[in-house]
């Protein structure tokens, strides 16, 4: 809705709003079926899962590029019955560097934070000088920013202290 809002064009309720709520609608009521009545299903929940993989719906056209060219990852949450695609970013939890299935590990100069991400540090309340989580990320991240700008490595900098 954001970058609906952003484009500064009236809505329209069919075109821009609908294809939206039916998606949200859409994934509730399937995920309740499955749940509640997997036997009144017509698809392996797995199918179900990628058909709505959250990503891949993105509305980000730079985000829709990664994600198609293997250039980020999905987090995937799996136990012995179950696979969860979580529609979050992967991302390294001492810096923030998204993690590049296509490099096996975190990509030297992409960055994510925030909600998107599977690294959320909850910043609720947090005060200046109480060292809250969320202050914690944000320096983390700074810091290796500025190191990547400046070419110091990690080791080789004796201010930089992994959250």
């Given at each position: 809705?954001?970058?609906?809002?952003?484009?500064?064009?009236?809505?329209?309720?069919?075109?821009?709003?609908?294809?939206?709520?039916?998606?949200?609608?859409?994934?509730?009521?399937?995920?309740?079926?499955?749940?509640?009545?997997?036997?009144?299903?017509?698809?392996?929940?797995?199918?179900?899962?990628?058909?709505?993989?959250?990503?891949?719906?993105?509305?980000?056209?730079?985000l829709?590029?990664?994600?198609?060219?293997?250039?980020?990852?999905?987090?995937?949450?799996?136990?012995?019955?179950?696979t969860?695609?979580?529609?979050?970013?992967?991302?390294?939890?001492?810096?923030?560097?998204?993690v590049?299935?296509?490099?096996?590990?975190?990509?030297?100069?992409?960055?994510?934070?925030?909600?998107?991400?599977?690294?959320?540090?909850?910043?609720?309340?947090?005060?200046?000088?109480?060292?809250?989580?969320?202050?914690?990320?944000?320096?983390?991240?700074?810091?290796?920013?500025?190191?990547?700008?400046?070419?110091?490595?990690?080791?080789?900098?004796?201010?930089?202290?992994?959250?």
């Amino acid at each position: 809705m954001d970058a609906l809002l952003a484009e500064g064009r009236p809505l329209d309720l069919r075109r821009d709003v609908w294809p939206l709520m039916a998606k949200e609608i859409g994934y509730g009521h399937y995920h309740e079926l499955f749940h509640a009545h997997p036997a009144r299903t017509t698809l392996p929940r797995e199918d179900f899962a990628a058909a709505y993989d959250r990503l891949g719906w993105t509305e980000d056209p730079l985000l829709r590029g990664l994600h198609r060219s293997g250039a980020l990852a999905e987090e995937v949450v799996t136990d012995p019955a179950f696979t969860h695609r979580s529609g979050l970013l992967t991302v390294s939890p001492a810096d923030g560097r998204l993690v590049d299935s296509s490099l096996g590990g975190p990509h030297p100069r992409r960055i994510a934070l925030g909600a998107p991400t599977n690294s959320r540090a909850v910043a609720a309340f947090a005060r200046p000088r109480t060292d809250s989580p969320g202050f914690r990320q944000n320096d983390a991240v700074a810091r290796a920013l500025l190191r990547a700008l400046a070419g110091v490595s990690p080791a080789a900098d004796p201010a930089s202290v992994a959250v």
